[in-house]
């Protein structure tokens, strides 16, 4: 078989597999449909080129002559179409496809005569092939028909192009490009029978231009021209790199075995491999699962178990839970009798034993060194090993001492824990039930499960961190709140001790006058529980405490912050207006974390406002998302407002606007609320000040729920 021939039947092969992909991808797309039909058209017009230029005689040249133009005549109606779908212009070219349709019927009719092939042209010795079609009388006309509606094809193309932008311009670029190329190719196979005896070099690009296509259907969705180029050249090419030594080989085979050479059973063997190589992959997958699932069962149900730990493992978020699950499912799965999982503590220094199954950890050491022999050992070499190798194969002192180390965890098979080339920890497992051996199956699947284990336990240990440094950026804050408190609570407790201490000094002299005996009664025990009620205020608020929910009255909580507050705000002469709702039901909160709120929001108002003016505290009852309830707390100033450009990075953490001030308040009590699942607004005017919503759902269950529905949105 010549080149050309060759060439042909890998447009065929290429136009045909690729058709069926692109259609059972999805069916149910109308251009993956016509798409598979335009391909199809293209394999039959490149079989009857490679069988037509392979004929042995000249019956065989004109029967596989007529079946090019069967493809030919096929190709026009069907381009077009797949043009007008891309152009969402099927409607509106209705008449036309009609028109086109029914003229590619009348060449398709004529085509069954000697009007389009007329006979066979026999080319001279020195040509590669030996018959080519010779042109009927009609076969002009229909070749003016096939330019004409193809260039119309085109012309649509252009100007669809020319007004189009962003992703559909890169789109018609794309196809404009890959049927220049496939039309071009050819059209250069009809030149020889117009006695225009020029190679049809062309047919090398066409197989080119349908895998182009497909490929950007399917991939790409005619998205990428420059990634769908690339792959396609490589692919196609490939693809003929593959294919021409195989079918060489077919034919060589023939011409030793039965000394003749039969071109279609050549074709069906070459179409039989491809097929076979291209499904083989996919039933190979499938053989070895069932395999598993029936014959070695346990092995499969393990494996799979292995695997649907790795799934897990990535929505646990504490590290001791982490530990307890891994060796537990791993024990269960692989029936270890003995498992254990050391991590690296970097406080201390050492690896510290977290979890164990089958061990008794008053006879085990709790943690060793980071230099240890088995730990400088695994950072070395990064690998997953098994002490009776290192026992057998070495007499080197530092693997004895190793195997050692493992001797006394009762580790039969150490994986190390890595992550950004760092150890972060191991697993040990101690020996297999029914005494059987870790085999390379069984390495393969632990070594990813390591991999995954090692980042899951990362990203547990960043969680737990961030968690301690939340609760300790909280208590920076609220001692950051204690400090411009004191001053003014010192005054607050000072003025009441003065009259106190007054009316001590007179009493004796005066402690037979009922009158003053009973106002002093009064006056020190008032004083006194002022007192005793702004230490307790000011200690509860310090002290640091486990999150606690319970239903608490929120008019009552906001009011002994405002009692903290009052020096402060007296020292500026404001008015605080209090507007609470009179019925407003008991919300689920933290009480010592919302108290820490509404202090921040308190003495930024205060801060704000200038002396003289007023501050407006006010709680209601709010509906919001059209089935939720909402406790809102709303604190008003009149100072000078937020500029537009910095309410945006209010609530960033470290930014501030004072002189003085860590930055936190407002980001720890966003925060804060947002863990209640609530919300903190802001409204501000320059030059007028002001306003805070704080927003408490009165059931957080169903604004838990709310907020899933409306991620899941």
């Known amino acids: 078989m010549n080149s050309y021939a060759l060439s042909a039947l890998s447009t065929a092969i290429t136009s045909i597999l690729l058709g069926f992909y692109v259609y059972f991808r999805n069916r149910r797309i109308s251009i993956n449909k016509i798409f598979c039909l335009l391909t199809l058209s293209i394999f039959i017009w490149s079989i009857g ?25 096929l190709i026009i109606p069907f381009f077009m179409l797949y043009v007008f779908v891309l152009l969402d212009k ?74 189009s932008f962003g992703l559909k311009r890169n789109q018609l670029k794309y196809v404009l490009l890959a049927s220049i190329i496939g039309f071009l190719g050819g059209l250069s196979t009809a030149l ?19 895998f182009l296509l497909g490929y950007a259907i399917v991939k790409h969705r005619l998205m990428d021209i420059t990634i769908v180029f ?17 079918f060489l080989s077919v034919i060589y085979g023939q011409k030793a075995t039965f000394k003749a050479v039969n071109y279609p059973f050549s074709i069906f063997i070459l179409a039989a491999i491809v097929i076979a190589a291209y499904f083989f992959p ?60 050391y991590i690296f503590d970097e406080e201390k220094g050492f690896y510290e034993l977290y979890e164990s199954i089958g061990l008794k950890k008053e006879e085990m050491v709790s943690s060793y060194h980071k230099e240890d022999p088995i730990f400088r050992w695994i950072e070395e070499h990064k690998e997953i090993f098994i002490r009776e190798e290192l026992e057998r194969y070495t007499t080197n002192a530092e693997v004895l001492a190793v195997a050692g180390i493992m001797r006394q965890m009762e580790s039969e098979i150490c994986i190390p824990l890595i992550t950004k080339q760092k150890l972060i920890g191991i697993i040990n497992l101690g020996k297999k039930g029914r005494g059987e051996m870790y085999n390379h199956e069984d390495l393969e699947l632990l070594t ?107 008019n009552q909580i906001v009011e002994k912050m405002l009692l903290l507050v009052a020096t402060e705000s007296r020292k500026k002469n404001l008015q605080i207006i209090r507007e609470f709702h009179e019925y407003l ?22 801060d704000a406002t200038p002396e003289n003016g007023t501050i407006t505290v006010g709680t209601k009852l709010v509906e919001r998302n059209g089935y939720q309830d909402f406790a809102q707390i709303i604190v008003r100033d009149t100072g000078k407002g937020i500029p537009k450009e910095d309410l945006d990075r209010i609530f960033t953490p470290f930014y501030t606007t004072k002189h003085q001030g860590s930055g936190l308040g407002l980001s720890i009590s966003h925060q804060i609320v947002q863990e209640h699942h609530g919300s903190i607004e802001v409204k501000s005017e320059e030059g007028k000040g002001t306003t805070f919503y704080v927003n408490l759902s009165i059931n957080p269950l169903l604004a838990q729920r709310g907020r899933t529905m409306e991620a899941m949105k």
């Not at 080129?49 to 005549?73: E, M, Q």
């Not at 000697?114 to 066979?120: A, E, R, S, T």
């Not at 039901?585 to 205060?606: C, S, Y």
């Open 49 to 73: 080129v490679c069988l037509t230029v392979s004929a042995s005689n000249p019956k065989t040249a004109i029967f596989w002559g007529k079946i090019i133009y069967v493809g030919a005549i």
């Open 90 to 163: 099927r409607k509106e070219k209705k008449r036309i496809l009609f028109f086109t349709c029914i003229i590619t019927f009348i060449f398709f009719m004529m085509n069954f005569t000697n009007l389009l092939v007329g006979g066979v042209i026999t080319k001279p010795p020195s040509y590669e092939y030996r018959y080519d079609v010779s042109p009927g009388k009609i076969l002009p006309l229909f070749y003016l028909f096939f330019m004409i509606s193809i260039s119309y094809a085109h012309y649509e193309l252009i100007k669809v192009y020319r007004t």
């Open 192 to 210: 020889p029978v117009f006695n225009i005896n020029i190679y049809p070099f062309g047919s090398y690009f066409i197989s080119l231009y349908v």
């Open 230 to 246: 690339k792959k396609g050249v490589t692919y196609a090419y490939a693809s003929l790199l593959l294919l021409i030594p195989l």
């Open 282 to 341: 996919k039933v190979k997958v499938r053989a070895e699962k069932t395999v598993e699932q029936f014959i070695f069962k346990n092995k499969y149900d393990y494996k799979k178990t292995i695997s649907d730990l790795s799934k897990v493992m990535v929505s646990i978020l504490n590290t001791n839970d982490l530990c307890k699950e891994i060796i537990t499912t791993t024990t269960d799965a692989m029936m270890v009798e003995k498992v254990s999982i």
């Open 448 to 554: 990813t499960l390591s991999n995954q284990a090692a980042i899951a336990i990362e990203n547990a240990t960043l969680y737990e961190n961030l968690s301690k440094a939340k609760v300790q950026m909280q208590r920076a804050d609220r001692l950051a709140s204690l400090g411009t408190l004191t001053a003014g609570l010192a005054h607050e407790i000072r003025n009441p001790l003065v009259a106190i201490k007054t009316f001590t000094q007179l009493l004796p002299g005066r402690f037979d006058d009922d009158e003053f005996r009973n106002h002093f009664l009064n006056v020190t025990a008032g004083e006194v529980d002022r007192i005793s009620s702004l230490v307790n205020e000011l200690l509860e608020f310090a002290r640091p405490s486990q999150p606690n929910l319970n239903k608490e009255d929120l």
């Open 585 to 606: 039901p008991p919300v689920v909160m933290d009480k010592e974390q919302m108290k820490q709120v509404f202090l921040n929001i308190l003495l930024n108002a205060i």
